[in-house]
Structures are given as structure tokens and as C-alpha cells.
T-cell receptor, first 113, second 110 residues
């Protein structure tokens, strides 16, 4: 099992460009999450999907959209990137509902110039 | 007040000592509590989970939860240089909301 995979690993964007971060898990988990982590800080929840077909805002949703494409895949879209969105983005998944430990992907390091 | 607060670091201990990491949370309805370890440039990995009051031990790691005091801690016994990392406390509220602390960086000196 690959666990949680994320693409791309690195990306540089110019202000105003758009892009989609991809996340997939092969553990048959129901719930998936997107976080951002700024230097010296913990993880801040952007959006989460408790189950296929549902998505909810987290702590810092502004400037982002998500799509739960199917049970395996959960994508994060930046419609018009801003320098404030420079960060490391982690996708995570969990089984047995929202109250259990999360398994993280390797992260995407995004720089917006 | 931040929803999840961890003791400010960095924390430095000698090899073989006990490292103590602390975390407080504000939502009294929180149900699930986790400690993750994150090496520099890597993703978080689960160290311990705890759901009920008391202690939970796993090898050199002990998690302690006190819901009345809204406090969760992680003790690392016989600390090793390989334990040097940032430790993240995570709390899941009754509504299923996931919140992380800012982390405490631990350095274990040989």
C-alpha cells in the first residue's frame, strides 16, 4: 500500500496563477483533510471531507476550494494564488470517522512569487 | 486564546533523560487526543493516541490525559538522539473538528 500520496511535491507559482493539488489514499478511508503548515507553526485545517460527497470548511478556507472526487481522491484548488499561500500543504486521511488518528501524505511545498 | 497550546520550546534534554511535553486545550467537549512526531522536512507521524483519562504507555512513550484540567502530556523516557523532532499535539472536538498546536521542538543531546 502506498498510503497517502500527493502531487506535485514542489511547485512555484506566480501571483494570480491557479493550480490544483492532488491527494489520493489507498487505505479505504472515509475521511480526508487538507492542512497548511507555515514555518515554525502547527497544522491549520483548510477543508475536510467526512465522507464521500461531503466537504466542510476548516480554520483557514479562504482562497481555496476542494473536490472529493471519489472515496480515494481529494483535491485542493487555488484559483488565484497569493504570496500569503506560500506554505507546505499536507493531505491526510482517517478511517472509522473523524475522531481517530490521521495518516499524512508527504506534503507539497508551494511557493507563490 | 489558542484552541490548542503547547509549552514553548525549544526543549533540550541529555540522552537518557526524560522529556516532558505538555498541551492544553480550550474545548471541554474534545474527545480524541494525539501526539505526532515530525522530523524536519517530513510529514507528521502518529506517536500516541489517548481517548480517556489516565495514562497510556507504549514502549518509552507515555501519554497522560486529564479532561477536568483540559491537559494532555507526553513523556519520553530514556530519550535518544533519534527522538529529536517537533512534537505536535492534536485535539478533535466533539463536533469532529481537528486542531493542532504549534509544536514543541525537542533536541536530545548525546
Amino acid at each position: 500500500n502506498a498510503g497517502v500520496t500527493q502531487t506535485p511535491k514542489f511547485q512555484v507559482l506566480k501571483t494570480g496563477q491557479s493550480m490544483t493539488l492532488q491527494c489520493a489514499q489507498d487505505m479505504n478511508h472515509n475521511s480526508m483533510y487538507w492542512y497548511r503548515q507555515d514555518p515554525g507553526m502547527g497544522l491549520r485545517l483548510i477543508y475536510y471531507s467526512a465522507s464521500e460527497g461531503t466537504t466542510d470548511k476548516g480554520e483557514v478556507p479562504n482562497g481555496y476550494n476542494v473536490s472529493r472526487l471519489n472515496k480515494r481522491e481529494f483535491s485542493l484548488r487555488l484559483e488565484s494564488a497569493a504570496p500569503s499561500q506560500t506554505s507546505v500543504y499536507f493531505c491526510a486521511s482517517t478511517d472509522r470517522g473523524l475522531y481517530n488518528e490521521q495518516f499524512f501524505g508527504p506534503g507539497t511545498r508551494l511557493t507563490v512569487l | 486564546q489558542k484552541e490548542v497550546e503547547q509549552n514553548s520550546g525549544p526543549l533540550s534534554v541529555p540522552e537518557g533523560a526524560i522529556a516532558s511535553l505538555n498541551c492544553t486545550y480550550s474545548d471541554r467537549g474534545s474527545q480524541s487526543f494525539f501526539w505526532y512526531r515530525q522530523y524536519s522536512g517530513k510529514s507528521p507521524e502518529l506517536i500516541m493516541s489517548i481517548y480517556s483519562n489516565g495514562d497510556k504507555e507504549d514502549g518509552r512513550f507515555t501519554a497522560q490525559l486529564n479532561k477536568a484540567s483540559q491537559y494532555v502530556s507526553l513523556l519520553i523516557r530514556d530519550s535518544q538522539p533519534s527522538d529529536s523532532a517537533t512534537y505536535l499535539c492534536a485535539v478533535i472536538t466533539n463536533a469532529g473538528k481537528s486542531t493542532f498546536g504549534d509544536g514543541t521542538t525537542l533536541t536530545v543531546k548525546p
